[in-house]
């Protein structure tokens, strides 16, 4: 029953990452903003479940909290707030495109290339299971929050405080441009 469910799992995964990428793909060659909000919604929405298919429950609802329910949110707003017509130079960047597809295709398949190398080789298995010292004891699959929770908090405090340090100068950054824009 195990095996059945866990193929089942990766099954459910290759679908909605594949799904992905192709809401990605829409986002990004989306003439509509409106459009390529909705798009990066369903890519978030599709990788929450990418999540779930690998039992990583926390990591799924914080990509449907944070991304869907946040990033998503405020990107839709801009684009609601800002008024598009006045920029008419849509096709200014038309002719990089002969040239920036094929660097982008080129970029992509050496993505997966080591991607491929650095997820499916022989010392994955070793950097992707949590280490003893800091999980304590914890089994991760029954107790994956805490165990997540303990990785964060125990030796990466510092990198995130320091994100969210920067995250709030960017916000502070925003609302000061924002500000002065409509004075």
Known sequence: MDSFLASIGQHLFVIFGLIACASAAVMIFSRSAV?????????????????????AEFLGVAQLLVYAG?????????????????????????????VAIPL???????????????????PA????TLPAEISGGLDVAANNAQAVSRGLFSGWLLPFEILSVILLVALVGAIVLAKAERA
């Open 35 to 55: 459009h390529s909000v909705l798009a990066f919604l369903f890519a978030m929405l599709c990788v929450s479940v990418c999540y779930f298919a690998q039992q």
């Open 70 to 98: 946040g990033i998503v949110v405020l990107f839709l707003f801009v684009v609601m707030l800002v008024e598009l017509s006045k920029f008419k130079e849509g096709g200014i960047f038309q002719a990089q495109a002969k």
């Open 104 to 122: 982008v295709l080129a970029a992509f398949g050496l993505f997966a290339f080591f991607f491929r190398q650095a997820l499916f080789a022989a």
């Open 125 to 128: 298995k070793d950097a992707l």
